[in-house]
């Protein structure tokens, strides 16, 4: 909001400086983002202008005489805060729902968008230009003079802070006013000349004709003032800030008015505004009031009252400000204060602050104006604990540790993805990653639905990178995806963690074959694999996988403890080609809620051993299924080797029609026995060997080839 200087020093008795005030003002919760100078079209003197910056629960600093106040408490100043009636205002005529006075008629149909309408009938006037001194302030305040019925409207407006309409009455229809919801199919044609289209949640001011207002934003072409008008009906209302805000975002609609009802506007305030406006009205355009002004009023606003402590307040603040010093801050910014007993006082608080609920908004408005520069630096006592990490962010923790140490980077991307990702990912219409959930209002056409796997987001990573000429790419990202549920209209959000590597992983490629240069499924799959064991996982399995957006044959789902984790694998050839990747691309995607779930962080070590251990391999021929993966035959020999075998590890695999028959395969596996106070004998690992032996063939019925 910009406020001149000159305006503002009429309710306060202050001769500080424009830029001193707006120090004061930002410390003291008001931003005033700068001081800028204003010169009328005349050339006239330059006025210094403040620009502030109001909250989104600060709706009472949004005008000249709130702003005042508020410059009053900060600085003791003596704030001359005016008092606007009539006889007209002092004793409307009220009800609940609609009143009937002469030719006048309002009706509130919609009491929860709308809960109190006040509307005041001038007749007699004559529209012209305003005064030169209310022009010149409205341009200062940066809105453009109209003529002197609006031009009125908008001074109080800025002045007290409550938004104003003036309607040609005669061209109302029956001279009735109704306050509703808008019907399916209705348009209107506001001020600035564009259709609008209205939808059911949109409020809107009628007449039996039909709408002739956007409630809280902007009125209807249809009952403009113009300069023939001679009758003037005034509207004052309180309308929901959510409401309005709503139609403003849909119709990307934001005006003076729109603005501050989103903020809050004093329920209490229209009637003062009313006999406020009518005063202007009346020396600038003339005419006289017509009978009484009229208070729909659905429901009382009455000022809440809350409980404070001044013991508590000083223990949070760590000050030691007396009880009589905080009533006397409390009462600068206008609420109403009286002691209960020694220890408690009752706070009575304006309508016009929705912002101050509990002791705390209390304590915090305290602090405002007693100066944070005034309040000491002090340690809390009596703190029962210090904060530790939870185990899911240890986790967490350690998995970023150990990724990075793999030689992959932190990526962070947008929640929100466009459609178009999916589909260069290659996932089908149908395919569950496909069921987004999709954004009322998204940021930009782009991003129109929520992600649910981090793939696109990496893949657009590295395809950046390389238009950069960045060849060498290591990513991973831990974050949230977003499903919809089935009879919810949140989605779940579960945490997943993905990882991407292509080209070289070496920092230099001198004096090494082509061969080496390139990452390949061994080494994502190596990285995924120091991930788990990093984070304690023990029970790992792995198995052939078929996903759209990975190659067929070349990508492996990973299970832990039987569950599925993910998949690990290379992209599909037409997932590189739709991303512009040159090289082939690895990555996987898995479940880190999962990953938590079974995670261990506790390490138990174990002394280096003393003892060699006894080597021995062995070779399998079983059929070249699934059905006989190595995982299956690692199972078996392990059930198989006793409490001395200490490891296995697969080393070879081999494929020949000619020498080991079509449809069969060879797996070589090396074994490692120890036992943890003697060296083993050959007598006793031969013997475990021939229990292994026996069992494959007992098993598996695979052929074993013995070898030392």
Known sequence: MRIPCDWLKEY???????????????????EVEQVVEHRDEAGGAAEPVLVTSVTSNRGDLLSVVGTARHLSALTGRCL??????????????????????????????????????????IEGIQVGPSPQWMQAR?????????????DCTNYVMLELGQPLHAFDFHLLADGHVIVRKARAGETLTTLDGIDRRLTPDDLLICDPGGPIALAGVMGGASTEIHAGSTAVLLEAAHF???????TSLRLGLSTEASYRFERHVDPNLPLVALARVAELIIQTAGGQIKG?????????FSPRTVTLRPARCNALLGTDIAPRQMSDYLKRLGFE?????????????????????????????IAVIHGYDNIPLTIPGKLAASAVLTVEQRTERRARHILRACGLNETISFSM????????LGLPPGHPQTNCLSLANPMSEEYTVM?????????????????QRVTEIALYEINRVYLPQEGSELPSEPKRVAGLVTGSPFTARWNMPRSAELVDFFWIKGIVEQLCEGLGIQELAWARANHPAFHPGRCARLLVSGRDAGVVGEMSPEVQQNFDLPEKVYAFELDFDLLIEKANLTNVYKPLPRLPAALRDVAVIVPDTDEFSAARVMETIKAAGGEYLAAVEPFDVFTDPKRIGPGRRSLAFSLQFRAPDRALTSEEVEAMMEAIYARLEKELGAEVRKTQ
Do not use: F, W
């Open 80 to 121: 001359r805060a005016p008092s606007y009636s009539s006889p007209a205002t002092e004793s409307p005529v009220t009800a609940d729902r609609r009143v009937e006075l002469g030719p006048v008629t309002v009706e509130i149909i919609d009491a929860e968008g709308c809960p109190r309408y006040c509307a005041l009938l």
């Open 292 to 300: 009484q002004a009229i208070d729909v009023k659905t429901r009382a």
């Open 240 to 246: 929901h800030p959510a409401t309005v805000r709503k």
């Open 138 to 150: 409205l341009e200062a305040a940066g809105l453009r003079a109209i003529n002197n019925v609006v």
């Open 12 to 30: 306060i008795e202050i001769d500080l400086p424009a830029e001193e005030i707006g120090r004061v003002l930002t410390m003291g919760g008001l």
């Open 451 to 467: 992600r649910t796997t981090l793939l696109p987001s990496l893949l657009a990573a590295a395809q950046h990178n390389i238009n």
């Open 417 to 424: 993805i466009s459609p178009r990702d999916l589909q260069k």
């Open 337 to 365: 204060v009286r002691r209960a007993n020694e220890d408690l006082v009752q706070v009575t608080v304006p309508t016009a602050r929705p912002d101050v609920q509990r002791e705390v908004d209390l304590i915090e408005e």
